[in-house]
């Protein structure tokens, strides 16, 4: 079914990468069956929940898991957990923290703004962010000194590739809150291919999205300690209501996490690769055009292009090229954070030949307009 011929959407080529405005990603007729299923079906959700726990958690050598509504909501949740435990008088009263330390310690260039700040994640759950260091980065030594405050009911680490600034390693900071006995939650959405590097970390929460390089349905993931994940869950009976997860949602990520497991990554990252260099190749006979692989920023093991618009030659500019791959259909968006050096940058990962070649086509179409306009 074309459901933007049905409902007269625009079709979409998405090569900005895992980007929530986009619809995120494309999930494989495997779990695309597996939700559909799912929504025919009654289940007991917690016992749902609970099966999707010991499946992720195998997955990636956590103790434990649980899904949420989105990874926005799972931050949230965790850090709830972190004050509540499974006190139901404390999971009850949330957002109210009266009696509750209620501080959470966040490098202040990891307050990155993913739609909105994640400090909004913070202060959902009744919280008051204490950020540490500026834009620049951090020291451990400012983050001992921010955990020694009295309060504080966690540490967020943020593990992106939106953060900016100089800061402590991972295992720091770990071993940093844990000589405090502060609890430390890691934001690692994009980061569903690290899993079981993170989890080794010995954090004791970690969030993912499900629905990001994972491609399931739209859901957050919170792997961890085992009484601590259980105390994510238990949030349901109190602010975790609306951020709930169906069972679609739920089975659709089982499905999805399944799939991730029988694959052969090292294979798939080869033949991603390949994918990438053909793509940008094929960009390089255009004129004016010249092309670098860049490794994924998140750490995936998958690489983007970097196309750079030599302007004077081309007479048209990156910013122009890429609003003009916006105005016609299919609408192909790309990632134009650096058009003002003259470069965009392609996530070709999700698409399949026939969208690469549309792009291709449809840049060199641009090009052609301009030089045959200045004739």
Known sequence: MNLQSKYALNKIINARGAFTPLGVSR????????????????????????????IIASHCGAEFATITNCASAAITLSIAATMTGMDHQKIASLPDTSGMNSKVVIAASHNVNYGHLIEQDIRLAGCTPIFVGDHTGCTIDQINSALAQPGITAILYVESRMTSGEVPVLENVVTAAHAKKIPIIIDGAAQDMRMGELVSSGADLLVFSAQKYLAAPTAGIVVGHKSMVEAVHAQIYGIGRPMKAAKETILGTIAAIE??????????????????????????KLENINTTLVKDPSKGEFWRIDMKIEENAAGIGAAEIADRLQRDSPVIFCLDTRKDEGILNFEVLNLDIEDRQIIIKRIEQIMDQVKNSCQ
């Open 27 to 54: 999930s494989s007729a495997y779990v695309a069956e597996i939700t559909g299923e799912a929504l025919k079906h009654y289940f007991d959700i917690d016992e749902l929940q609970t099966r999707a726990g010991q």
């Open 259 to 284: 799939e991730r497991g029988q694959m052969d990554m090292d294979d798939w990252s080869k033949i991603k690769q390949h994918e990438a260099i053909r793509f940008a190749e094929e960009l390089e």
